[in-house]
């Protein structure tokens, strides 16, 4: 063999190897970067199969009243501070089918999802629109058919369904069951409310029923309400002072009562507005009221922890001065940050 071709021989091999180096080089790295992507996709899975807890955060959305009583330019002074600083607190979104009717609800969900990942918080909606709704008193009365509420919770289920790396919070009708018994609906309440579970139910959604407040039933007929709803489910717990004014610790020892009952459960409690603790037996725009401490501040082995469930700002009803039920009432925003903006 001469040396030449000795030479080109040795050349080729080492063109090889070069070749066979490179190639296992590219293997690597895209085995580092598909590691890299599977612990960072089941890291934000694993949060948001996480319940809530303390520390939780959840959305302030662009779509609140508070928000777009800000942006509107129509407020000055004390409104507008007020309005600026409500809407920049971390509150759960109420789903009506006034405002996001069958057909759109799915896609507010999924604008408060992309707003939720730049905020890196979770999504908390309170479902509110069941048939019948608030059906003993006029100030939010109204709500969807049954076969329109069948098909408006489906699109809500199948939104959150799809936000799977999001931890999802859901209030599902507030007033429902402690109202029930008043409405003379108990069984085609449960009936309702087992259904829309079934349907919005899924990974990392966390659902709390309607537990009342501690100013309202007793423990025992709450949790006997509870208990017909979630048997079989995958409901996390219940809500407690949702759109009410009761003290936190009046509120986290009434969760405590109840699950003492149902011998489990967990709970979230609203203090939105409780800052100044309730007005005696006045639930509808009630003088004097403050906001209260900020959601993921407290918690136990009961009380997965507190939010803002009610955003501030919004009317009780017509009463009080306030305008209908939901409506953004300046006025009222201003009494409830007084001390908050000072």
Known sequence: MSLSHSLRRRRQFRKRMLIVLIALGGVVVLTIIGTVGWFVTTGLQALAAT???????????????????????????????????????PT???????????GEV???????????????AAV????????ERDCSSEHSAGGLDDADYDTWTGQI??????????????????????????????????????????????????IYLDG??????????QAALIARVERGTTVRGFAVNVSNYNTTSDEFAYAHEIAGVLGHGHAIVDTSRNGAGPDGAVWCNPSGRLTG??????????????????????????????????????????????DAIR
């Open 106 to 120: 799915g896609t507010r969900i999924l604008n408060l999802a992309a707003e939720a990942r730049e905020q890196n």
């Open 157 to 206: 289920g199948e939104a959150l369904a799809s936000l799977k790396d999001l931890q999802k919070i859901v209030i599902l009708e507030p007033d429902s069951l402690a109202q029930a018994p008043d409405c003379g609906n108990v069984d085609e309440r449960v009936v309702q409310l087992r259904q829309a579970v079934d349907r919005i139910a899924g990974a990392g959604t966390w």
């Open 92 to 102: 759960a979104y109420w789903l009506t089918p006034e405002i996001d009717p069958v």
């Open 212 to 221: 009342g407040h501690s100013n309202w039933r007793t423990a025992e007929d």
């Open 124 to 131: 908390a909606v309170v479902v509110y629109g069941l048939p």
């Open 293 to 338: 401490d900020s959601g993921g501040t407290y918690g136990d082995d009961v009380v997965d922890t507190n939010l803002w469930v009610k955003p501030p700002g919004e009317s009780d009803g017509e009463c009080n001065g306030g305008p209908v039920a939901g409506a953004w009432w300046p006025a009222g925003s201003v009494e409830l940050t007084r």
């Open 51 to 89: 319940p809530p807890g303390v520390g939780t955060t959840i959305v302030a959305p662009d779509e609140s009243k508070a928000a777009k009583a800000a942006a509107a330019g129509t407020l000055s002074g004390d409104e507008q501070s007020a309005a600026e600083y409500l809407a920049v607190q």
